[in-house]
């Protein structure tokens, strides 16, 4: 086990610092415990049995993630880039509805990662000092793209903003989970109604 006094690796977009083989092992060994007791639990999980069940002090566990977001973060940072890729990708293609419904798709999949994670990413919306929130700014920057672009294509109504679109969003997520355990057929149909009733008038 590590002492802890070893940079914690940076978020997506800051310089690399190098990190000891010893701390880089523990870190390694807290993601995946973490991401199997989330899996197992929902994003509520104990942060003491991740620690236990990783073989190190929690005190290592809160130098390398001093909050929960920056566990979370750090375990859906691949997905957040993964997202703004395929959202960049999808501003190359002639816009219609079904770029917009692929996007909006991939993105309510990413949520259903972990029970609990809609709430979470919702609350983030309003809490800029959130780690979730900083390391998803460049993913709902091209979703929202992609809304503003359905709007100037008159294929969704102007007065919805990005904010408010996220909040549907996650609202149908939420409500897919909570009444229908994910069902991924439930979630095509409430988001094909969310889509209809978004339509211009």
Same mark, same amino acid.
């Given at each position: ?9 940076? +978020? ?8 000891? *083989? ?30 236990? +069940? !990783? ?17 979370? /973060? ?13 959202? +960049? !990708? ?6 219609? +509805? *079904?770029? =917009? ?44 793209? =992609? ?16 904010? /408010? ?24 149909? =409430? =988001? ?10």
């Amino acid at each position: 086990m590590g002492d802890g006094t070893a940079p914690q690796p940076p +978020r997506a977009g800051t310089a690399a610092r190098p990190m000891r *083989a010893d701390a880089r092992r523990n870190y390694d060994r807290l993601l995946a415990v973490a991401r199997d007791a989330f899996a197992e639990r929902g994003i509520e999980a104990s942060l003491e049995d991740v620690a236990r +069940r !990783a073989e190190v002090g929690i005190g290592t566990l809160y130098r390398h993630f001093p909050t929960r977001d920056a566990l979370l /973060e750090a375990l859906l940072r691949e997905r957040f880039d993964a997202l703004t890729a395929k959202g +960049r !990708a999808l501003l190359d293609r002639p816009c219609d +509805r *079904a770029v =917009l419904l692929d996007w909006t798709r991939s993105f309510m999949e990413m949520l259903g990662t972990y029970r609990g994670l809609t709430a979470a990413l919702t609350a983030t919306l309003a809490d800029e000092t959130s780690e979730l929130h900083a390391s998803c700014a460049a993913m709902r920057g091209t979703g929202t793209a =992609l809304l503003v672009r359905a709007q100037e294509s008159g294929l969704v109504r102007t007065d919805v903003d990005a904010s /408010e679109f996220m909040t549907l969003v996650n609202g149908v997520t939420w409500g897919n989970e909570q009444s229908f355990a994910g069902s991924p057929e439930r979630l095509d149909k =409430l =988001l094909g109604i969310v889509l209809d009733g978004l339509a211009p008038r």
